[in-house]
């Protein structure tokens, strides 16, 4: 199996690409997931490729590499395609090609993103809905044109566990894949998160991974581990040993169950801003250590 | 004493300026601040501008305006004005600027924000930590310049409660001010967060709203409300009446002890992403109801 570790949990904290590196290095995880947090995709060009390619040569010269790139707290603030206004959704195609231009100068090949969020009276409105999503097609495709010209391998969408926000169900998820299916020219996948998918008052009877994968099966890409008691999108760190749902042997008996040892696992926590970089090491520590022993059986 | 709401709860859910300002009108709050997960300020010009001047023109069609705006969850995932890389540094000055700019097309006066987060190293090596400072003063007064040009009448500075960022003590905050008194074109003050100032396990001594209010007094800008433990920067809304620390007799009796009854109380909410808008909606209704009675005696 894959361990890895998406940079959400050092975001602002350790932002100097040698110094990061040098961190990153002592947790001995070899497959490694950039954050949008660390360059917004609107920075000026030259200064952004500049800064991207410095954290790849940084990580180089430890021996790690990024194999994807995921959007992190930031992008995740903004409504991106699923917005109410036309001109915003025109805005945000432009800065998932940039999102990807720092994929590529990161030197990372695949491309990971929640979609976004709806406003209420957007959501639910069914007419509504189905425009906003048929034009998220579109503009999907219109991307994964956009990623093959540049050297992008896939790219991978992130179900929330959220009714004004999709994919949001085994459904919507399924039918997302069979839209861009053989249309889109590069890969559009399934990155599945264990803290959504284990979310309970907002899944319900879905709130079970190995049933999604089962039901998703050849369109999973790679997955965002974090620790969560299944009531909230907690992305806890393993620390939380009494209140944690997400064992290491779950973890290895779903992977196993459904064959998907392959996707990579990138973890990512998420803490408070206020908590200390101390802290926040020693959860990233600690998780790291407790799951590389049973990734490594 | 004057009672007023931050957009932060609205981020995503209420996207649509006339929906917006319709759910708003609902609340009864006669001071309103804008937030930058509404608008990105890298967004193309004049399409950013058309959206601001839709969210200014549905709040007013409501007899509602915008005193003043902060940036929001998107801003402070980044290290902004305190990163590591000068590049980034400079780049973020333009985002500032043009952040005055929406600022002036909403209709706001006043601009608030966090200075940002600095790289681990940085904090905690004290030469890079005083040119770091240095610089941002600098920044901050070629800031207030470009709004003095614009119309902007008030720069408020957020302390937060946290060692990578300044300011985050009394002790800087002073400074700040005593560096920018008298050269900056339009004053620059402090803008004071109920929940960062009573942050025990941070601030020490220093949790004491009060204390800072005497200490910074004619630096006093407006403030941010919020409901909190004390334990972290929550958030809350004021349903928590059983582990809340932030009273409507301690919000009164703190501001008549100090003469601080104009400054503006912008509630500032937190919700998880996932949260739904209907629990959303409720928390914002009773915190303002709850508080309104009090304001208004």
């Keep these: 199996m894959k361990l890895g570790l998406n940079l959400s949990f050092a975001a602002k904290r350790w932002q100097d690409p040698e110094e990061l590196a040098e961190l990153c290095a002592g947790f001995g995880v070899h497959y490694w997931q950039f954050n949008l947090d660390f360059i917004d995709p609107w920075w000026p060009e030259e200064m952004r490729n ?9 990580f180089g010269k430890k021996g790690l590499s990024f194999e994807s790139l995921f959007n992190g707290m930031a992008a ?35 491309l990971g993103i929640a979609l976004g969020g709806m406003t209420h009276r957007d959501a639910y409105d069914p007419l509504r809905r189905r425009a906003i999503y048929e034009e998220t097609v579109e503009r999907l495709k219109k991307l994964a044109a956009y990623g093959a010209r540049k050297g992008l391998q896939s790219i991978q969408i992130e179900p929330t566990p959220l009714f004004t926000e999709f994919p949001n169900s085994i459904e919507s998820s399924l039918e997302l894949m069979h839209d861009l299916e053989n249309v ?23 709130a079970d991974m190995e049933l999604w994968i089962r039901e998703l099966k050849s369109y999973i890409g790679d997955m965002h581990l974090q620790q969560t008691d299944g009531l909230w999108d907690r992305h806890w760190d393993f620390r939380h040993e009494e209140d944690g749902i997400v064992t290491p042997e779950i973890i290895k ?45």
Tied chains: 1, 2.
């Design 184 to 206: 889109s020219e590069i890969p559009v996948q399934i990155f599945l998160d264990w803290g959504h998918m284990l979310c309970k008052p907002f899944m319900g009877k879905q």
């Design 253 to 297: 008996g779903v992977l196993h169950n459904t064959g998907t040892e392959d996707s990579v696992q990138y973890l990512e926590l998420s803490f408070a801003f206020e908590d200390t970089d101390e802290n926040v090491y020693e959860g990233v520590k600690y998780s790291v250590d407790k799951l590389r022993d049973i990734f490594e059986e």
């Design 76 to 110: 995740y603030s903004y409504p991106q395609f699923l917005a109410h206004s036309r001109e915003v959704r025109d805005a945000i195609q432009t800065y998932h090609e940039r999102a990807i231009d720092v994929a590529m100068e990161v030197g990372a090949k695949h």
């Design 50 to 58: 500049r800064l991207a390619n410095a954290y790849r040569d940084a």
